[in-house]
């Protein structure tokens, strides 16, 4: 009898926890200004511990762009607005149309994201600007994959790198 209450007593701290921590931020610190993030700064965090960087960031990396990408440098793009694969991830799709201007990238807008849940809403929210941004400033796919939202990353470069292909 004695090691059931225990029991119980332990599964309702631990669902207590669970619940708890679902409202706080565990993913990323709270930037001040998401649209003046900065990509060498310490909030964004990226996955693997091994890896070459963008060159753009100092943070540790390991670059997940798709196998069948290649390096497109922007002076190849025709001006236009082109839609990427839907990349199905996780917790649900992602998808992105690009805006080329004057052979370079002047937009990446997300179509799909994971939004099913309250968690990947909140996760999603602080990841896309940063992809977003990333995207911008390195005129291509190869952008850092943001820590916790590796999913989310991981689709956005295959879907905007898809898109790219079409430019």
Request: charged share 10%; net charge positive; hydrophobic share 35%.
């Amino acid at each position: 009898m004695k090691k059931i209450v225990i029991g119980l007593g332990v599964l309702g701290i631990y669902i207590l926890y669970s619940l708890g921590i679902r409202h706080q931020n565990p993913i990323l610190a709270k930037p001040s200004s998401l649209s003046g993030a900065n990509s060498s700064g310490g909030t964004v965090a990226t996955s693997g511990s091994s890896g070459s960087s963008s060159g753009n960031s100092s943070a540790a990396t390991n670059q997940q762009t798709p196998s069948s990408s290649s390096s497109t440098t922007a002076s190849a793009f025709k001006d236009g607005t082109y839609t990427g694969a839907v990349e199905n991830v996780y917790y649900g799709n992602v998808q992105v149309s690009v805006t080329i201007s004057g052979g370079k990238i002047t937009n990446v807008k997300f179509l799909q994201y994971p939004n099913e849940h309250y968690t990947s809403v909140y996760i999603n929210q602080q990841a896309m600007p940063y992809l977003k941004q990333e995207a911008l400033q390195a005129q291509n796919a190869n952008v850092q994959v943001i820590s916790g939202a590796t999913f989310t990353s991981q689709g956005f470069i295959q879907s905007l790198q898809s898109a790219l292909n079409k430019a």
